[in-house]
């Protein structure tokens, strides 16, 4: 639902051709953000991309590193990613997340993220550990 529909999302502003939209969490300080534009290549390009881990940092300049900490089935992984500080205000984070991919008749292909622990893939020195409530 909060991938396809507009309820509740506030469309602030446009960068380099992706419509950011943004919606707080009601009773927190959370802000979500998503994304809109089109991209030219088919959904499983996209997903290769998003898989790639060494190539990762061509496309997120906060990305500083991340590995497979388990590799559960072919659609289901956990995770763990370390991202540098957006300012000086705040630490950089790392995240520790389930993700589960899922491929519809149609092509589309929902690719999903959750926070989780993992006794792999304990806390990082000098990082504080992100939560994800729902990314993808």
């Avoid at 999302?9 to 446009?14: G, V």
């Avoid at 051709?17 to 030219?40: D, F, N």
């Avoid at 993700?99 to 589309?108: A, V």
């Amino acid at each position: 639902q909060l991938c396809v529909s507009d309820d509740g999302w506030e469309h602030p502003k446009e960068k380099k051709g992706v419509k950011i939209h943004m919606r707080s969490v009601e009773g927190t300080a959370i802000v979500m953000l998503r994304g809109v534009t089109t991209i030219p290549n088919t959904a499983e390009e996209v997903l290769a991309a998003t898989e790639d881990l060494s190539k990762r940092k061509e496309w997120d300049e906060l990305f500083i590193e991340g590995s497979v900490v388990e590799q559960i089935d072919a659609d289901h992984q956990v995770l763990q990613f370390k991202f540098k500080a957006p300012s000086r205000m705040v630490y950089p984070r790392d995240f520790v997340m389930s993700r589960g991919i899922r491929r519809k008749e149609d092509g589309t292909i929902i690719s999903n993220h959750i926070a989780c622990e993992h006794p792999k893939a304990g806390e990082v020195k000098g990082y504080v550990r992100g939560q994800l409530r729902a990314s993808g």
